[in-house]
């Protein structure tokens, strides 16, 4: 036993939590696996959940939830698992493990939780049990795959799965409970208000990435002169162009991100939810977001509304990345094209794009009035953030190809 063992006395906070509820700490560690989906999103969502202790299943939770999103639909796994966990032993240590970076980065403090429903069922999982109990680990989707694989039998049957096993392995006919509507209190199963007993205590969470939150005191960082004529002129607009993370290299067409390109995804949506406030402060806060109808675009774009509370992001085909046989002029004429519509219709907005190199280069190609020719000078990498400025005719780049994990800090 070391001397620190030996000699603190300090009660630890799991041990305080169990204390306030006249419970002893039994010692025991249990991992909760979440997950959750939506078949459109929003659309026919489900969950799925279970309790292990070591490679023991002690509980399986998954419920149909009708028509929802994602996020509420993963939040709800979370909840589902929590409390089964704390079915079996209030007192125990309980690691939470999900392949949603949204949650397991607002849970544990590291991003905002803005919008209301999310906000909603965070509360009610941070109320089963005491915060010194529970902690969040993200882990790869391959390694969720139980987890997942009871949401999508909640989602196909339209039912309920409530087993709790004793300390045998549970046998391969699990209960299936199909048909008929999600019970009246599950947990915005169908986005209406939370039940009368809901904790609403909307802590709001640090942001992630180091950006600081409303109550520190640093001084905004310091940026160009404020006195540039963009600045003077009150229709002036702002495009944030964010650049999606990594993707396999597997020639698959239109391939989703690897887990690095959500963390990049993830650093750049807490870059865009501090713009206009503690980054950039003379621009205006962003309140409009479009992205590329590629995947990577969008799922970029998903985690920045969440993230920066910017609701659903518009597919925009004049974002599109370079089609086969598509020359630099026709990327041009239809980039050309978003940002008129953009100017008429956004004068004094920050807009956020979620878009790919190429057209990121050629908005930025466009703004400046360089020449197709030169569009390979600008360098976009992924994961980065570019802002460019457009007023009375004129346009200027503000930043060019800045790492997202640059400006707001560490990931992970």
Same mark, same amino acid.
């Given at each position: 036993?070391?001397?620190?063992?030996?000699?603190?006395?300090?009660?630890?906070?799991?041990?305080?939590?169990?204390?306030?509820?006249?419970?002893?700490?039994?010692?025991? *560690?249990?991992?909760?696996?979440?997950?959750?989906?939506?078949?459109?999103?929003?659309?026919?969502?489900?969950?799925?959940?279970?309790?292990?202790?070591?490679?023991?299943?002690?509980?399986?939770?998954?419920?149909?939830?009708?028509?929802?999103?994602?996020? *509420?639909?993963?939040?709800?796994?979370?909840?589902?698992?929590?409390?089964?966990?704390?079915?079996?032993?209030?007192?125990?240590?309980?690691?939470?493990?999900?392949?949603?970076?949204?949650?397991?980065?607002?849970?544990?403090?590291?991003?905002?939780?803005?919008?209301?429903?999310?906000?909603?069922?965070?509360?009610?999982?941070?109320?089963?049990?005491?915060?010194?109990?529970?902690?969040?680990?993200?882990?790869?989707?391959?390694?969720?795959?139980?987890?997942?694989?009871?949401?999508?039998?909640?989602?196909?049957?339209?039912?309920?799965?409530?087993?709790?096993?004793?300390?045998?392995?549970?046998?391969?006919?699990?209960?299936?409970?199909?048909?008929?509507?999600?019970?009246?209190?599950?947990?915005?199963?169908?986005?209406?208000?939370?039940?009368?007993?809901?904790?609403?205590?909307?802590?709001?969470?640090?942001?992630?990435?180091?950006?600081?939150?409303?109550?520190?005191?640093?001084?905004?960082?310091?940026?160009?002169?404020?006195?540039?004529?963009?600045?003077?002129?009150?229709?002036?607009?702002?495009?944030?162009?964010?650049?999606?993370?990594?993707?396999?290299?597997?020639?698959?067409?239109?391939?989703?991100?690897?887990?690095?390109?959500?963390?990049?995804?993830?650093?750049?949506?807490?870059?865009? %939810?501090?713009?206009? %406030?503690?980054?950039?402060?003379?621009?205006?806060?962003?309140?409009?977001?479009?992205?590329?109808?590629?995947?990577?675009?969008?799922?970029?774009?998903?985690?920045?509304?969440?993230?920066?509370?910017?609701?659903?992001?518009?597919? %925009?085909?004049?974002?599109?990345?370079?089609?086969?046989?598509?020359?630099?002029? %026709?990327?041009?004429?239809?980039?050309?094209?978003?940002?008129?519509?953009?100017?008429?219709?956004?004068?004094?907005?920050?807009? *956020?794009?979620?878009?790919?190199?190429?057209?990121?280069?050629?908005?930025?190609?466009? *703004?400046?009035?360089?020449?197709?020719?030169?569009?390979?000078?600008?360098?976009?990498?992924?994961?980065?953030?570019?802002?460019?400025?457009?007023?009375?005719?004129?346009?200027?780049?503000?930043?060019?190809?800045?790492?997202?994990?640059?400006?707001?800090?560490?990931?992970?």
């Amino acid at each position: 036993m070391s001397q620190a063992s030996l000699f603190d006395t300090e009660p630890t906070a799991a041990a305080e939590g169990t204390a306030e509820r006249g419970l002893a700490a039994s010692g025991r *560690v249990l991992v909760v696996e979440a997950d959750g989906g939506s078949r459109g999103n929003p659309g026919p969502a489900g969950y799925g959940a279970l309790v292990r202790e070591g490679d023991t299943v002690l509980a399986e939770r998954a419920e149909y939830l009708g028509e929802c999103s994602n996020n *509420v639909a993963e939040y709800s796994g979370l909840v589902a698992g929590l409390r089964a966990a704390a079915q079996i032993d209030p007192t125990a240590q309980v690691e939470v493990r999900m392949d949603s970076r949204l949650v397991v980065e607002q849970m544990s403090g590291r991003w905002k939780i803005k919008h209301a429903d999310m906000r909603r069922l965070a509360d009610e999982a941070r109320g089963i049990l005491p915060a010194g109990q529970v902690t969040y680990t993200w882990v790869p989707r391959a390694e969720n795959s139980a987890a997942d694989a009871l949401a999508n039998a909640a989602m196909d049957s339209r039912g309920t799965i409530t087993t709790t096993y004793s300390a045998d392995p549970p046998a391969a006919d699990s209960a299936l409970v199909t048909g008929g509507p999600p019970p009246a209190d599950s947990a915005l199963a169908t986005g209406g208000p939370p039940p009368a007993d809901s904790a609403l205590t909307a802590d709001s969470a640090l942001a992630h990435a180091g950006a600081p939150s409303d109550d520190d005191e640093e001084p905004p960082i310091p940026d160009v002169d404020t006195e540039a004529p963009s600045l003077a002129d009150p229709e002036a607009m702002t495009i944030v162009l964010v650049s999606p993370g990594w993707a396999p290299r597997d020639g698959e067409e239109d391939p989703e991100l690897t887990d690095e390109g959500l963390e990049l995804a993830g650093a750049a949506a807490a870059v865009v %939810d501090t713009i206009g %406030d503690t980054l950039w402060p003379h621009l205006a806060r962003p309140t409009m977001l479009l992205a590329s109808p590629l995947v990577r675009a969008q799922q970029t774009a998903e985690l920045i509304s969440e993230v920066a509370d910017l609701g659903l992001p518009t597919v %925009d085909d004049d974002f599109a990345a370079t089609a086969p046989g598509e020359s630099r002029e %026709d990327v041009a004429a239809r980039v050309t094209r978003a940002l008129e519509w953009l100017d008429e219709t956004c004068g004094g907005c920050t807009v *956020v794009v979620a878009a790919h190199a190429d057209v990121i280069a050629a908005v930025i190609g466009t *703004v400046v009035e360089a020449p197709t020719a030169a569009w390979d000078v600008f360098r976009i990498a992924p994961g980065t953030i570019s802002v460019v400025r457009r007023w009375s005719g004129r346009g200027e780049v503000h930043v060019m190809g800045c790492p997202a994990r640059l400006v707001g800090g560490p990931v992970g």
